[in-house]
């Protein structure tokens, strides 16, 4: 049997995959519940919205994130490595993307479409992203780095759309290299 805080993780990813899958506007607390084997008259008593667990899954995506990014700065003193790791992140689930999309990009898409305050929590993690990449550039010295920051979240985002689009891997691998060596002459 399941521990309260296993069943909570199990109801977590499994919206999180299901929200990426489908979409948040077609995913229902009962597929939730469903997908992660925990019963659905359990499901209100972790979260009693499905905006309430999309509202979770916003966090942990926020959260995983800046675990990526600790790691990153722990390994990494130099910056221009540190976004080079950012980058090569999406080539290493560039299959999941072709299928579904970015699962950040896609979610804030479909969010933005009614202005509401789950939409502005899930626009809190391409601003946490646009702010480290920024960083990043900063410490390297770019006076511009507003604008790089912007300018790299923006073709990895693009790349995704268009992959994901036409339904080719060779797409985003292709162009990531194109963000790579971008990066090298920045």
Known sequence: ML???????????????????????QTTLSDIAQESGVPLGNVYYYFKTKDEIAAAVIEQHIEHFRAMVREWEEKESDPRKRLAC?????TGVRDDI???????????QELNKGRTPLAEKADA?????????????RQLGKRDASDLGLELIAKMQGISLLAN???????????????FNWLREV
């Open 3 to 25: 521990r309260t805080s296993d069943k909570r993780e199990c109801l977590l990813e499994a919206a999180k995959a299901l929200i990426h899958r489908q979409g948040f506007n």
């Open 86 to 90: 950012f980058i090569k992140r999406v």
């Open 98 to 108: 072709v299928s579904h999309g970015c699962p950040v990009g896609s979610l804030c």
């Open 125 to 137: 993690i391409i601003k946490t992203q646009v702010k480290w990449v920024t960083e990043q550039f």
């Open 165 to 179: 689009a036409l339904g080719d891997p060779t797409v985003l691998t292709r162009q990531m290299q194109r963000v």
